[in-house]
């Protein structure tokens, strides 16, 4: 029993990626300390930012910016509240995950600001059922996003929440 727990924990823990950290500006965390003071916003990173990580550490393979947000996708009448999850070409790479069905985003897509989007598994049988999602327009608020892509099924994952369903 023992070691079948450790090899379940091993597994969520790997699933979150390989070899990657995320860097988030200013002070999250003040050691137990409190204060009533209101603090200063917290300051952005910047692209110029990741060009001086890659510069100052080579050894980097993939970088990308991060930007998540909650919200509702829509094709026809099917509708699912899920996690947005932003960034650049690279982004998947350093999630650890790949396209089951479609193209992963390239630079094209970034360097032009293309309205495309990559479902996770779920997300996409939730909205088109038994319909081949690829080319489909899917819509955020008023906005439409081609998607080009669905991502393999992950079945161990870390949290609480599906990243099957989460769109990219």
Known sequence: ???GAEKKLTDKILSMGNNFISI???NWLSEGKTTAKKRKK????RFKDID????QCPEIKYISPE???KDVIRHESNNIVTEIKCGNEHFLHTLGRKCHKGIPFNSYHVTRGARVI???YKAATELFKKMDPI?????IKQHPFTVIGVL????NYWGIRDPNLNAF
């Open 1 to 3: 029993i023992g070691k």
């Open 24 to 26: 988030y500006p200013g």
């Open 67 to 69: 930007l998540y947000l």
């Open 118 to 120: 990559i479902l996770g």
């Open 135 to 139: 080319g489909q327009t899917v819509y």
């Open 52 to 55: 001086a990580l890659k510069k």
């Open 42 to 45: 917290t300051p952005h990173l």
């Open 152 to 155: 393999e099924k992950m079945d």
